[in-house]
């Protein structure tokens, strides 16, 4: 690890906009996946899986209704961690300059 150019907070922050757009991506496919299979009819078979299947697409509106409200709420979150690892990076930098021409922080 000679080369850090381009390295930003060790990997924290890459790490965490990873995550959320793979959260983001996985919860898309979801979607779709079942929205595709209902629309196919390839997950009922008699009324009693037709009651099922309906329970379930009102389960997962329902579920994304409550989540979708939140959604705002995870996105602050996550840009004040953004923001946080950014400060912290500043300040490392911020050091390293001071101790290079040898003065303090």
């Known amino acids: 690890m000679e080369n850090k150019k381009g390295q930003v907070g060790g990997g924290l922050i890459g790490g965490l906009v990873g995550g959320i757009i793979a959260l983001v991506f996985l919860v ?3 979607f779709v ?3 595709v299979l209902t629309d196919a009819e390839l997950i ?3 009324s009693v899986m037709d009651n099922v299947t ?3 697409i009102n389960n997962l509106t329902t579920g994304v209704a409550k989540i979708s409200v939140k959604i705002p709420t995870l996105f602050t979150i ?4 953004l923001l946080l690892g950014l400060i912290v990076f500043l300040v490392m930098k911020a050091r390293q ?3 290079a021409q ?3 922080i």
Do not use: F, K, L, R
């Not at 996550?78 to 961690?81: E, H, I, Q």
């Open 28 to 30: 898309v496919i979801g």
């Open 33 to 35: 996946s079942i929205n």
């Open 44 to 46: 009922t078979a008699d």
């Open 54 to 56: 309906d329970q379930m």
């Open 78 to 81: 996550a840009v004040a961690v």
């Open 97 to 99: 300059t001071q101790q």
């Open 102 to 104: 040898g003065g303090t």
